[in-house]
Each structure stands twice: as C-alpha cells, then as structure tokens.
C-alpha cells in the first residue's frame, strides 16, 4: 500500500469540503475511498460534503483514481465486521 493521499488532491474538492471531512476524521483519499464502501458510506458523505449523491459519487471516483490499482481494489471492498459483535470486542457469554 502507498502512502496517504492528502484529500487536496481531488479535482474540484473545496477547502470547506475537507475541513467537513476532517471533523470526522476522514484526511486521505483512502480514507474518503475506504468510508465510501461501507452502508450509507455515499448518503453519509454527501451529508457532510453537502453535495448530492451524483456529486459524491463523481468525487469517489475521482479519488479512486488516485489510488494504485491494488490499493483501489482492496479499499472498494467491504470489510467483514461481522464476528465483532458490537464493536471491537467479543460479544459476552451467555453465562456472563
């Protein structure tokens, strides 16, 4: 995997755009990508970008061509989160 590409190299994106992304911790192109796969990842981001769902998803592909192509293909698929339960930790026992 490559380093971090900084959000301001999408074309088009505003500066109002990535102080948006940032106050949810979103600062790179594979983060934008990666947040994009998951469910409402789109509807989400056209939220915070204030932009609507075409608009987000011009700017997705944009940014994902920014990626090298093994990078793109491993970010645009969605990670497996089920055996987490409700967060990083195992869900408890029944005898807990």
Known sequence: ???????????????DQIHRLSGHWITSVQQLVGVATTTNGIGALSQILALDERGTREMIEQARGLLDPEERVHLSTPADTSR???GAAPPPKPDE
Request: net charge negative; no cysteine; hydrophobic share 35%.
């Open 1 to 15: 995997m490559s380093d971090e590409i900084p959000l301001k190299r999408i074309e088009g994106i505003t500066h």
């Open 84 to 86: 987490y339960g409700l």
